[in-house]
C-alpha cells in the first residue's frame, strides 16, 4: 500500500469519528438530556479550552521527542476510552469534564494528522500545496457517510453515535501502527530557551503578518463553534411546527446538513486554484463573506417550498465557509514557517482556531442562544442574523487590516506584507 493510500484512511477514519457526534451531539444534549443552551456551548466549548495549549503542546512534542505517527496513535486510543464514558453520563457538568478529557487528546490529532500528511507526501516527492487537498478529501467524505450513519440509523438523539464514534477510534489507534515515520527535529538542545522548549512557533508573532492572520482565524474559529453546536438544533426544532414535522429537515436534519460537506469536496480541490490566482486574502475574504451567508439564510429558511431553498443554499455556501479557512490556513502555515517548527506551528493554528475562537464561540453563542429564548422557544432567526453580523464585522475589519500582496504561487517565499 502507497503512502499516498496510508493517508487517505487516516483522513478518512480521522473525520468519521468526529462526524459520528459533532454535528449531533447538540441535539442529543437540548433533546434527550435536556441541557440548556449554557450547557451545551460550554460542553463545545471544552474542545476550545483544551484546544488553547494541547494542540501546540503535543506539537512540540512531535517535533522533538515522539515521532507524530506514534503519539497519533496513543492520542487515539485514548479519546476512545473517554466517548465510552461520556455515553454513559447525563450529567452536564460530568459531560463537559469528558469531553474536554476527550477534545485534550483529540484536537491535537488533526494538527498530527497534518504533519503527517506533509511529511509522507514529501517523501513520495509529492507537493502538498496540490496533492494534499486530495488526501484531505477523504475526510470529507468520511464526515458526510457518518453523519448519513447516524441520522439513517435514528441515533441523532441517542448516545450510540458516541459508541460507533469509539469503535471508529479505536481502529484508527491500531491503524496508526502501518503509518510514514515523521521523523523528530534534529536540532541541538543547547540553542535558547525557547528552542529548548520546542516554542519556536510563537515568534510567529513577531510577523505582522502572521500574527494578524493568526488573531482572524481565532475569530472565524468562533464562526465555525457557532455552526457545529447550534445548526442541527435548529433544524429540530422545527419539529415543534406541526406542519414540518415530516418534512426532510426535521426527520433526517443531519443528512441535510451534509450536502454542505459535499459542498466542502469540490470546494477543497478548488483551493490550489484560488490560492494560487488570488492568495489567502481573498480566500479568507470569501470565507467570512460565506459565513455570513450561512447565517443569513439559516435565518430565513425553513422546510417549506421556498424556505428549503434557502437551507440547501445555505448547505452549499458552508463548503466555501469551512474549507477556505480550514484547509487554506493550514497550507498557509505550512508555507510559510520554518520546516523545522512546522508541528508546533500547526499546532498553533489549531489552538488560535479551535481553542481560543472555539471557546469564545461555544460559550458565547450558548448564552446568546439563552438569551433569546422564551418559555423554552428560541427565536431562531434574530439569533443567526446576530451571528450574520458578527461575521460581516469580522470581514471588514480583516479586510482593512490584513495587507499581502500575493504573487499567485503560495509554494514560494517572496510574498511581501506591507
Not at 505517527?69 to 473517554?82: D, E, P, Q, S, V
Not at 490556513?329 to 517548527?341: A, L, P, Q, W
Amino acid at each position: 500500500m502507497t503512502i499516498k493510500s496510508r493517508l487517505k484512511i487516516m483522513t478518512f477514519l480521522q473525520f468519521f469519528i468526529w462526524g459520528c457526534w459533532l454535528i449531533t451531539l447538540g441535539s442529543y444534549m437540548l433533546n434527550t438530556l435536556h441541557f440548556s443552551g449554557s450547557q451545551v456551548g460550554a460542553v463545545y466549548g471544552s474542545s476550545g479550552l483544551a484546544s488553547l495549549i494541547m494542540p501546540s503542546i503535543v506539537g512540540i512534542i512531535a517535533d522533538r521527542f515522539i515521532k507524530a505517527n506514534r503519539l497519533y496513535g496513543i492520542c487515539h486510543f485514548l479519546g476512545a476510552t473517554c466517548l465510552v464514558i461520556a455515553a454513559q453520563t447525563s450529567n452536564p457538568n460530568l459531560m463537559f469534564w469528558v469531553m474536554f478529557v476527550n477534545a485534550m487528546v483529540y484536537m491535537p490529532t488533526i494538527s498530527l494528522s497534518y504533519t503527517i500528511s506533509y511529511s509522507g507526501l514529501e517523501k513520495e516527492g509529492l507537493d502538498t500545496t496540490k496533492d494534499f487537498p486530495s488526501v484531505r478529501v477523504y475526510g470529507t467524505i468520511s464526515f458526510i457517510l457518518a453523519m448519513w450513519a447516524i441520522s439513517l440509523g435514528g441515533f441523532e438523539l441517542s448516545n450510540i453515535q458516541l459508541y460507533i464514534a469509539a469503535g471508529a477510534a479505536i481502529l484508527l489507534a491500531l491503524f496508526s501502527f502501518v503509518l510514514p515515520d515523521c521523523p523528530t527535529s534534529k536540532v541541538k538542545k543547547d540553542k535558547s530557551f525557547v528552542s529548548l522548549l520546542g516554542l519556536d512557533a510563537f515568534v510567529l508573532f513577531k510577523q505582522k503578518k502572521m500574527a494578524i492572520f493568526f488573531v482572524f482565524a481565532m475569530l472565524i474559529g468562533a464562526a465555525l463553534q457557532i455552526n457545529l453546536a447550534f445548526a442541527d438544533p435548529f433544524l429540530h426544532d422545527f419539529a415543534l411546527n406541526p406542519d414540518y414535522k415530516e418534512s426532510l429537515a426535521v426527520k433526517y436534519p443531519a443528512i441535510l446538513l451534509s450536502i454542505g460537506q459535499f459542498a466542502e469536496v469540490f470546494f477543497i480541490l478548488a483551493i490550489p486554484f484560488f490560492l494560487r490566482k488570488f492568495g489567502i486574502k481573498t480566500v479568507m475574504l470569501l470565507s467570512m463573506a460565506a459565513w455570513t451567508l450561512r447565517f443569513g439564510l439559516f435565518a430565513y429558511g425553513d422546510p417549506s417550498g421556498g424556505g428549503f431553498i434557502l437551507l440547501l443554499l445555505s448547505m452549499i455556501v458552508y463548503g466555501i465557509a469551512f474549507d477556505f479557512f480550514n484547509i487554506s490556513g493550514s497550507i498557509f502555515v505550512e508555507n510559510e514557517v520554518d520546516r523545522r517548527i512546522r508541528g508546533s506551528a500547526q499546532g498553533l493554528f489549531m489552538t488560535m482556531v479551535n481553542g481560543i475562537g472555539a471557546y469564545l464561540g461555544a460559550v458565547i453563542s450558548g448564552k446568546i442562544v439563552d438569551y433569546l429564548t422564551v418559555d423554552g422557544v428560541k427565536d431562531w432567526q434574530h439569533i443567526w442574523l446576530v451571528f450574520a453580523a458578527y461575521t460581516i464585522v469580522l470581514g471588514i475589519v480583516f479586510a482593512v487590516c490584513f495587507k499581502y500582496k500575493n504573487d499567485h504561487d503560495p509554494m514560494k517565499h517572496v510574498n511581501k506584507a506591507t
